[in-house]
Nanobody, 128 residues
Framework: QVQLVESGGGLVQPGGSLRLSCSAS????????IGWFRQAPGKEREAVSC????????YYADSVKGRFTISRDNAKDTVYLQMNNLKPEDTAVYYC?????????????????????WGQGTQVTVSS
């Protein structure tokens, strides 16, 4: 079955960096788009970024453009989210997700898109 496991979260000061990893198994991950979502306390889950399998470009939320970079290593079945210049408002639990159907990231432009498969999440806290 589809499994996604996130790692790399932690506590970082404002302006710092973290790299999140999402290890995928149970499906041919490099055939499909995989994305990152986040949920802060008291807020709804929001899409942060997505990487396709080459079918179109990546997606970034406006709030992270220019600071976050998504990439994938298909040989390792792993998707990364490099987060630079972190801000306190980036504090959230970060989840990777996929529906193992879509190859591109256009669905991430919709507020109602909700993939079928999710990891357990990794906490990112940005605080001085």
């Amino acid at each position: 079955q589809v499994q996604l496991v996130e790692s790399g979260g932690g506590l970082v000061q404002p302006g710092g960096s973290l790299r999140l990893s999402c290890s995928a198994s149970g499906f041919t991950s490099d055939d499909y788009a995989i994305g990152w979502f986040r949920q802060a306390p008291g807020k709804e889950r929001e899409a942060v970024s997505c990487i396709s399998n080459g079918f179109g470009g990546p997606y970034y939320a406006d709030s992270v453009k220019g600071r976050f970079t998504i990439s994938r290593d298909n040989a390792k079945d792993t998707v990364y989210l490099q987060m630079n210049n972190l801000k306190p408002e980036d504090t959230a639990v970060y989840y990777c997700a996929t529906d193992a159907i879509l190859r591109g990231c256009s669905a991430y432009n919709s507020d109602t898109y909700y993939p079928d498969y999710w990891g357990q999440g990794t906490q990112v806290t940005v605080s001085s």
